[in-house]
């Protein structure tokens, strides 16, 4: 029980941790769009293709994913507003 626990949480912290950057890498890539930066563009295009293959292949794999889910949206939030700080920061707006 405690194995299978600690299995989940460390399953939820991986997808929680990679959504924190794909959101934040997100973020960067529409301010590149939008300001024609075409090398940020293509790549954090590259970079969130590449993190989505893997967060496909992971979830799939997956078996009990409402744990998988809770670390993927939490994820996501965290990414977005980390995003806006570091694109607005970097890239000006």
Do not use: P
Request: a positive charge; aromatic letters at 16%.
């Amino acid at each position: 029980m405690i194995s299978s626990t600690l299995v989940k949480i460390k399953e939820a912290s991986v997808l929680f941790i990679i959504q924190i950057f794909m959101y934040t890498i997100w973020c960067v890539n529409f301010r590149a769009v939008a300001d024609a930066h075409y090398h940020t563009a293509a790549l954090s295009d590259f970079l969130i293709a590449s993190m989505n293959f893997f967060v496909i292949k992971r979830i799939a794999h997956g078996q009990d994913n409402f744990h998988q889910w809770v670390g993927y949206a939490l994820g996501s939030v965290v990414g977005s507003y980390l995003g806006i700080w570091i694109s607005a920061t970097f890239l000006g707006g």
